[in-house]
Structure formats: C-alpha cells, structure tokens
Nanobody, 120 residues
Framework: QVQLVESGGGLVQAGDSLRLSCAAS????????MGWFRQAPGKERELVAN???????TYADSVKDRFTISRDNAKNTVYLQMNSLKPEDTAVYYC??????????????WGQGTQVTVSS
C-alpha cells in the first residue's frame, strides 16, 4: 500500500504561482511513477504531468512551459510547480502513484485531492 497526501492548494489570482506537494508513505516511493491529475467541475479528470521513477517528465499541452513536476526520493515527495496560473487551471488536483508508468489513469494509488482556484 502507498498513502498519498497532497498539500499546497489554495485561492490565487491569475498570473500567480503555487507549488503542490504530495507526500508518500508505505512502499518504496522511488520505484513508482508519479502523476498529477486534475478535475474541474463538470469535466473529466485529466493528466497534467507525470514523472518516471528515473525522473523523466511528461506534460499535458495545456500546462507545458508553465508547470514543472519534480520528485525528491529522499523525502518521498513529488511536487508540481505551477506558474502563470490561469482561471482554466481551477480544479481539484490529485496525486497518484503507478507501479508501471502510463499516460492513462491506470494508477494504483491516489491521494484525496487539493483544491486550486484561480481568480481572474
């Protein structure tokens, strides 16, 4: 089992920055690919960014060049640095862990989510 706890969400204005954190506990964090997903009201959940166990990152086109995913295996934590935030980034953001890297939602463990609201 892997437990994931997100933090760092909040209410910001357009153009501001936020950094989300996801602390993992349980099985060996470094073995897992990690992903950040988001779900806006009335929309399907979407992959924002993911990172392999080796640190290779992939981004959705909508956040490329604005968001950065990173991981600190010593701290069992994955981060999502979000810059130049837009109102359309408003969503609940979820952290997830996968034993096998994937671009789908087939992740094995999920956090409870953290709300990000961007006002215009």
């Amino acid at each position: 089992q892997v437990q994931l706890v997100e933090s760092g969400g909040g209410l910001v204005q357009a153009g501001d920055s936020l950094r989300l954190s996801c602390a993992a506990s349980g099985r060996t964090f470094s073995n897992f690919a990690m992903g950040w997903f988001r779900q806006a009201p009335g929309k399907e959940r979407e992959l924002v960014a993911n990172i392999t166990s080796g640190g290779v990152a992939t981004y959705a086109d909508s956040v490329k060049d604005r968001f950065t995913i990173s991981r600190d295996n010593a701290k069992n934590t994955v981060y999502l640095q979000m810059n130049s935030l837009k109102p359309e980034d408003t969503a609940v953001y979820y952290c997830a862990a996968a034993a096998i890297w994937t671009m789908t939602e087939k992740y094995d463990y999920w956090g409870q989510g953290t709300q990000v609201t961007v006002s215009s």
